[in-house]
């Protein structure tokens, strides 16, 4: 039988701003080590994409790509370069030829870069180190804050030129805008720390100054929703940061754990199937704009009735694409 007669809310288009997708189903970002030696895009990077785009996903999104030269990191791809943008193109025409549309996530890695990487002092929020990494970092001053608002809007606008559909800020299980709003990573008493509203400062002024580069293409934001380590947030707190960041983000796509909270963050089939669809659920219901959710979501038919009771609006998947190309056909 037809998938559109089996699962028809799993394959049925949906718009995000004037970008039409041709289902629900998000290869979300995920390291591949498929970077160079220089962090830029490879020949091997365009053919996995392209065998998810062949495979029937309607959305792929390149996962991290750094902003600034001060937050790269061994695995992840490094945006604000000019002398990238053809190879993006490469991947991205490659993905478009399915059919697929393809975001970028931008990101700095905060406090789990290391100086002998960089050659430059580690930032992050507060001198609070990744207990996965061990190093001290520097508090950001006021101007590196303006500095790194601008390197997210500015490396934006300038991706969006090697042919991207949309732009995704990242605030998630790793980079320097989780540390922001984390209630442990971030101890600042000035107008970035403290209150809900102070932590999500900087995120939300990075929202506006994309916006105003990017126009009305597809803005979004991946935000972890539960840190599942003891002190810091959890739900109640990112329904709060969600509503705040969905005033400019025309999506939200839902993420869990930390590098310190690796068991939640990469869940084990010890964990139920769909185990954060009520939690999104609850994200939604807050925001009233489109929902990426995530989490062991495996069969189909789970897919399709969170769908169907409005759980999500689209369903995000990483190792089960990793695992399967072509689970969408």
């Known amino acids: 039988m037809n998938n559109r007669v089996m699962f028809p809310k799993l394959f049925t288009p949906i718009n995000i701003n004037d970008v039409e997708?041709?289902?629900?189903?998000?290869?979300?970002?995920?390291?591949?080590?498929?970077?160079?030696?220089?962090?830029?895009?490879?020949?091997?990077?365009?053919?996995?994409y392209e065998e998810r785009a062949k495979g029937g996903a309607g959305l792929i999104v390149l996962p991290s790509q750094a902003v600034h030269p001060t937050g790269s990191h061994p695995v992840i791809g490094i945006g604000y370069d000019r002398n990238n943008i053809p190879k993006f193109k490469r991947i991205i025409d490659a993905v478009h030829s399915q059919g697929t549309k393809m975001f970028v996530q931008l990101t700095h890695m905060g406090n789990q870069t290391k100086s002998s990487e960089t050659f430059r002092p580690t930032w992050a929020p507060s001198p609070i180190p990744d207990m996965t990494v061990g190093e001290m970092p520097k508090q950001m001053t006021?101007?590196?804050?303006?500095?790194?608002?601008?390197?997210f809007a500015s490396c934006a606008e300038m991706l969006l030129e090697a042919g991207f559909d949309g732009v995704e800020i990242k605030v998630g299980h790793d980079g320097i805008l989780g540390q922001f709003v984390s209630l442990l990573k971030n101890q600042r008493t000035d107008r970035y720390g403290g209150s809900i509203e102070n932590r999500s400062r900087i995120i939300t002024e990075i929202l506006d100054a994309t916006r105003k580069r990017i126009g009305k293409r597809p803005l979004g934001v991946r935000l972890d929703i539960n840190r599942y380590v003891p002190?810091?947030?959890?739900?109640?707190?990112?329904?709060?940061?969600?509503?705040?960041?969905?005033?400019?983000?025309?999506?939200?796509?839902?993420?869990?754990?930390?590098?310190?909270?690796?068991?939640?963050l990469v869940p084990s089939m010890n964990v139920p199937h769909g185990f954060l669809l009520q939690d999104a659920a609850r994200i939604k219901?807050?925001?009233?704009?489109?929902?990426?959710?995530?989490?062991?979501?495996?069969?189909?038919?789970?897919?399709?009735?969170?769908?169907?009771?409005?759980?999500?609006?689209?369903?995000?998947?990483?190792?089960?694409?990793?695992?399967?190309?072509?689970?969408?056909?």
Request: overall charge negative; aromatic content about 10%.
């Open 285 to 329: 219901k807050a925001i009233g704009k489109t929902l990426i959710g995530n989490g062991r979501i495996v069969w189909p038919a789970t897919a399709e009735h969170a769908l169907e009771n409005g759980s999500i609006d689209m369903v995000g998947m990483a190792r089960a694409l990793i695992a399967d190309p072509y689970w969408a056909r």
């Open 231 to 264: 002190g810091d947030y959890g739900v109640a707190e990112s329904i709060e940061y969600a509503k705040l960041f969905a005033n400019v983000a025309d999506y939200i796509s839902t993420d869990t754990g930390t590098w310190e909270s690796i068991d939640m």
């Open 21 to 48: 997708i041709k289902n629900g189903i998000v290869f979300l970002p995920h390291g591949t080590g498929y970077i160079d030696q220089k962090h830029a895009p490879t020949d091997r990077e365009m053919y996995y």
């Open 142 to 151: 006021a101007d590196e804050i303006d500095e790194l608002i601008s390197s």
